[in-house]
């Protein structure tokens, strides 16, 4: 089945150490988003890419950054987590045509 | 502001009863979606229900149905013969551009 996979399930990190999540799809869409959920809040975006071209949410934090070498995979970077940056990250794509989205399992943060 | 408001943080249901989820949202723009996403506590967020708001005729999808009232702005759930398996938190959701932007949700606990 066409879908959205993340790895890994969970993450635990150390406070500043770089960590990378990722995110692969089949469904050749050519809209991918990554999300930041914290506990029993609605997800926030951080950026997106809509083929190569990178958008970013005018208060996602320098530290969050993201590569999409091609259209099947995407990749969050986190230079120095914090405590603060401990969540859910869901990824998902789209066509593009508004009409539909598609989500990941998502990755737990873990920072300690 | 381009906005969505659930205000009803928390909901219960007795098994096999209908319950309502409010949506409320703010856009200048004609022509969008609407969306509402349930995330049961293994954290997969699914597609329940997708309203073009174009079309004057509600949504169904079997004991999901959608209330849209374009004019007011207003986006409800109802679940019908509520079962156990739909506790969950329920996001509403719509495309801003290419973006999907969602409310804070509302946590349904159905009740056996």
């Known amino acids: 089945d066409a879908m959205v996979i993340q790895n890994p399930r969970y993450q635990v990190t150390q406070f500043g150490k770089p960590v990378t999540l990722s995110c692969s799809q089949t469904?050749?869409?050519?809209?991918m988003y990554w999300y930041q959920q914290k506990s029993s809040q609605a997800p926030k975006l951080l950026f997106h890419?809509?083929?190569?071209?990178?958008?970013n949410e005018a208060d996602t934090p320098d530290n969050f950054q993201s590569r999409r070498p091609n259209t099947s995979f995407c990749f969050l970077d986190i230079r120095s987590p914090g405590l603060g940056d401990a969540a859910m990250y869901l990824c998902?794509?789209?066509?593009?045509?508004?009409?539909?989205?598609?989500f990941g399992s998502g990755t737990r943060l873990t920072v300690v | 502001a381009q906005t969505v408001t659930q205000s009803q943080p928390e909901m219960s249901v007795q098994e096999a009863e209908t319950v309502t989820l409010s949506c409320t949202y703010d856009?200048?723009?004609?022509?969008?979606?609407l969306f509402w996403y349930k995330q049961p506590p293994s954290r997969q967020m699914i597609l329940v229900i997708r309203?073009?708001?174009?079309?004057?005729q509600n949504a169904t999808e079997n004991r999901f149905s959608v209330n849209f009232q374009k004019a007011a702005k207003s986006f409800s759930l109802k679940i019908s013969d509520s079962q156990l398996g739909d506790t969950a938190m329920y996001f509403c959701?719509?495309?801003?551009?290419?973006?999907?932007?969602f409310g804070a949700g509302t946590i349904l606990r159905v009740k056996s």
């Open positions: 998902a794509t789209s066509r593009g045509d508004r009409a539909g989205y598609t």
């Open positions: 469904l050749n869409h050519n809209v």
């Open positions: 890419y809509y083929d190569k071209d990178f958008n």
């Open positions: 856009t200048s723009e004609n022509n969008y979606y």
């Open positions: 309203q073009e708001a174009y079309k004057q």
């Open positions: 959701a719509w495309t801003y551009g290419n973006k999907l932007v």
